[in-house]
């Protein structure tokens, strides 16, 4: 049987310029409740309201009524079948609605709100403390978050569904609660911020973030008011009924009317909701009415209460027996279906019904398009895609594919990429899926998103044959899948069972990505969602199978598994993770449960243990030190100590830190000789205090080495405390000679430096003597020291002494005339030369 014409439902306005047609989506009788006696929120892009009993209402109750708690909220699909059912225990509900991404968000008078999905499970936020002390009296909420009005009267605006800080907006000044008011979302005004429109006594105030602007309107108050889906039109209902539309600037009025002579509507206006970004729909209990640009009306009637929500194309409305669809017909779809239309479109699709018949007028209707047949062809493609029933679709494409086999260069992606669309929404507008969403809401809303919403219905295998028909990822399907199974699955009471259950579980999930090829899928994300329902041994499990060590090990944490956290980030090479995970474990675990950790993890644990080390070595050198002697390290704890000795600047400090030392050292048998110099490094530095407490302070001694030390007491003329430093430190003869030498020299001190020679046989002998006072420049006091050193030495140490004679002579003294000769040769002058010539001359 051939469903009925398009045009069978479409009614004209305008005088006859524009269509509008009411499509019956689905039969829903006796399947909702009388929505008259509820609070009802829907969700945009076919999704489903949410009811709660209006307790100010009285509900006679029946046979067929169901029975409805206070304190419950249900959730109905388009095509009236349940979703989901749960009691609310926290306060009362000021305001309930959906977000975009399809969460049920409801607001108590104490600032809590929670965003339910369609399978219970919630998170919970606060407005903050004021917002609890204040109160909530009311609320707006839209798809990206809401606005509050506290029980002072201020705004509040809540940005995203994350929890966020609440903004107040600018104030109004208000006395009292507005009359009716709405918000504009962030995404509709030209200020990407949230705007708030109230209708106080006879005006509008528009309050933002900045500040709150009075429109200085006289035909309030308005018991309306509904912002167009595109946030450029704005819909006021008077409260003498009459309807009033204006920009959202309030600078243009573009239409009004007035529903007191409307048949059928009796009372207060129930909803005024837009019709697409062209039309106003207001419906009272039984009856609707639209009303469009020019005044035109199209009026509608119910047998009982309705409920309408606003899409970008149109309204959709559940009343007690239909869900239904009211639009604007689409301008492709007029070009083809409007009764005696001449466009290319509709020529096309008329010599394509002929080709069907046989008829030789198809040949005759293509010739004459021939030129706008390319665009005739886009045009049934699209018209295609406004239409609900698959016959007509058909026909529609097939016409476009008719017409596109005349031309030569035609690209077919759009007439491919149709029949794919529209093969997936004739799938989810079936009743027992229940999303009726049109190919305009489903451009906008776009495929992940309604792959998205299918997942949240537990729609997993129709979700997954539409990711892959699409060509896209499977793995936000798989994710959702394999969470939800986790949360359906109970675990077994014996604990062989439950092993065994958490096993099954677990492969099963593995052998689905692997069939259907979830390589995307990230195990981590699994692995949380099970842990978080107390599901432990089973997250281990699946993240056995988790490719990234950075995804693992973070989980890990959280779960307490330390051991293996490490374990993973050590095996995966990357030092940051390492030091991630040991930085974590180093605050959470006490100091010696965690050195422990460490210890018993053996060579495998090797590397982390040593990057330990290095970051404590740099940052942490108390834990350092605590590591070391947990770990029984005697030499480098020793060695640690002589490190801080060398950075301390504080004598008692840098003395312990030796003392420490020798001890660590004296602890192992093998370090005998260092144990020993630590001991005189300590007896070193406390003698050098007593020096300095000698010298009052005047004189540095701390830190210096032991000849450093006899040298500065030698220069500041504490001889016999020189003495005494080196007959306490052992200090050889010859070394103690040098030094004192090279003090006696520093002050000039010759007279002391003589006596010192004479004192008793120099063990380093008196070249030295020499050749230092003839490097610091003293070559007359170091030539009295000549005599003294050995003959043969004697000539060549006159000479650096510069005592050219005095080496004649001793080259007299001894005979050695050939040695004079040489003298002569290389004497600086020819006076010497003359002298050293007479020496040579009295040896004949």
């Not at 399947?31 to 709660?52: E, H, Q, S, T, W």
Request: with cysteine; aromatic share 10%.
């Amino acid at each position: 049987m051939e469903p009925e014409h398009p045009t069978v439902s479409w009614e004209a306005m305008q005088d006859g310029n524009a269509f509008y047609r009411r499509h019956q989506l689905y039969s829903i009788p006796g399947k909702l409740p009388n929505l008259g006696d509820f609070f009802v929120a829907g969700c945009r892009y076919g999704g489903p309201i949410a009811v709660m009993r209006d307790t100010s209402k009285m509900v006679a109750y029946g046979h067929a009524t169901p029975a409805f708690s206070k304190a419950q909220l249900h959730v109905y699909s388009p095509a009236g079948e349940g979703l989901l059912t749960f009691s609310w225990d926290q306060g009362k509900i000021v305001k309930f609605g959906w977000t975009f991404d399809e969460r049920l968000a409801v607001l108590n008078e104490e600032g809590t709100y929670r965003l339910y999905d369609l399978q219970g499970d919630y998170q919970q936020y606060s407005l903050g403390s004021e917002a609890s002390e204040m109160g909530i009296v009311d609320a707006r909420i839209h798809e990206g978050g809401l606005v509050a009005l506290t029980g002072s009267l201020a705004l509040l605006d809540v940005r995203g569904w994350e929890g966020g800080k609440p903004l107040t907006l600018a104030n109004p000044g208000l006395t009292q609660p507005p009359h009716s008011w709405t918000v504009i979302p962030p995404d509709l005004t030209i200020s990407r911020h949230v705007e708030v429109l109230l209708s106080t006594e006879s005006t509008v105030y528009s309050v933002d973030n900045l500040e709150a602007t009075d429109q200085r309107l006289s035909r309030g108050p308005f018991t309306h008011l509904a912002p167009s889906p595109n946030g450029k039109s704005l819909a006021l209902l008077t409260s003498s009924r009459t309807l009033w539309v204006v920009s959202t600037d309030f600078q243009r009025s573009l239409a009004e009317f007035d529903t007191t002579h409307v048949i059928g509507a009796e009372g207060e206006a129930s909803q005024v909701e837009w019709c697409g970004n062209d039309a106003v729909l207001i419906t009272w209990d039984t009856t609707a009415i639209v009303v469009g640009p020019f005044g035109d009306t199209l009026q509608y009637f119910y047998t009982g209460p309705t409920f309408a929500i606003t899409e970008a194309d149109g309204v959709r409305i559940l009343g007690p027996d239909a869900c239904e669809f009211i639009q604007k017909v689409p301008a492709s779809s007029v070009s083809v279906f409007r009764p005696g239309s001449s466009s290319p479109s509709a020529i096309l699709y008329d010599a394509w019904d002929h080709f069907t018949r046989r008829s030789p007028k198809a040949d005759e209707s293509i010739r004459s398009i021939r030129v706008e047949l390319a665009a005739a062809v886009d045009e049934c493609i699209d018209a295609a895609g406004r239409e609900w029933e698959p016959y007509w679709q058909r026909r529609l494409l097939n016409a476009a594919k008719f017409g596109k086999a005349f031309l030569d260069s035609y690209n077919s992606t759009d007439f491919v990429s149709m029949g794919q669309v529209l093969k997936v929404l004739n799938a989810v507008r079936y009743y027992e899926i229940g999303i009726p969403i049109t190919y305009a809401q489903y451009t906008q809303l776009s495929p992940g998103q309604l792959i998205s919403r299918l997942t949240a219905r537990n729609l997993h295998l129709l979700a997954l044959r539409i990711s892959g028909f699409l060509s896209l990822s499977s793995s936000p399907v798989l994710k959702h899948w394999a969470c939800s199974k986790i949360l359906k699955s109970r675990p077994a009471a014996s604990t062989s069972d439950a092993v065994l259950d958490e096993d099954i579980i677990c492969k099963s999930i593995v052998e689905k990505f692997e069939t259907v090829g979830g390589t995307g899928v990230s195990y981590a994300e699994i692995a949380r969602k099970a842990w978080e329902v107390g599901r432990t041994d089973l997250a281990t499990k699946l993240l056995d199978h988790e490719p990234k060590a950075s995804d693992q090990v973070p989980l890990l944490l959280s779960m307490k598994e330390d051991r293996l956290a490490l374990n993973k980030a050590v095996e995966s090479g990357d030092t940051d993770l390492v030091y991630h995970v040991l930085l974590h474990l180093q605050k959470r675990l006490a100091i010696g449960s965690f050195f422990r950790l460490l210890e018993e993890g053996g060579a495998h644990l090797a590397p982390a243990s040593k990057l330990l080390q290095v970051y404590a070595r740099e940052q942490n050198p108390e834990m350092l030190r605590d590591f070391y002697y947990s770990d029984d390290r005697r030499v480098e704890s020793a060695v640690l100590c002589l490190n801080e000795a060398a950075n301390s600047l504080d004598p008692t400090a840098k003395i312990n830190s030796v003392k420490a030392a020798q001890k660590f050292f004296s602890e192992d048998k093998e370090r005998g000789f260092e144990a020993k110099m630590m001991d005189e490094n300590a007896r070193l530095l406390q003698t050098q205090q007593q020096l300095e407490k000698e010298a009052d302070g005047k004189i540095s001694f701390f830190g210096l080495s032991v000849n450093e030390t006899i040298r500065v007491l030698l220069i500041n003329g504490m001889a016999k405390r020189a003495d005494k430093l080196k007959a306490d430190f052992k200090v050889p003869d010859k070394r103690f000679w040098y030094t004192k030498l090279h003090a006696l020299t520093e002050v000039r001190d010759f007279e002391a430096l003589d006596a010192f020679a004479r004192s008793r046989r120099s063990p380093i002998g008196y070249t030295p003597f020499v050749r230092h006072l003839v490097e610091k420049g003293h070559h007359k006091e170091a030539a009295s020291y000549v005599p003294r050193c050995d003959a043969n030495k004697r000539v060549d140490l006159y000479v650096e002494c510069n005592e050219w004679r005095a080496a004649g002579k001793e080259c007299k003294e001894r005979g050695d005339k050939a040695r004079l000769e040489q003298l002569k040769r290389t004497c600086p002058n020819s006076l010497i030369a003359r002298e050293l010539e007479q020496l040579a001359s009295s040896m004949k």
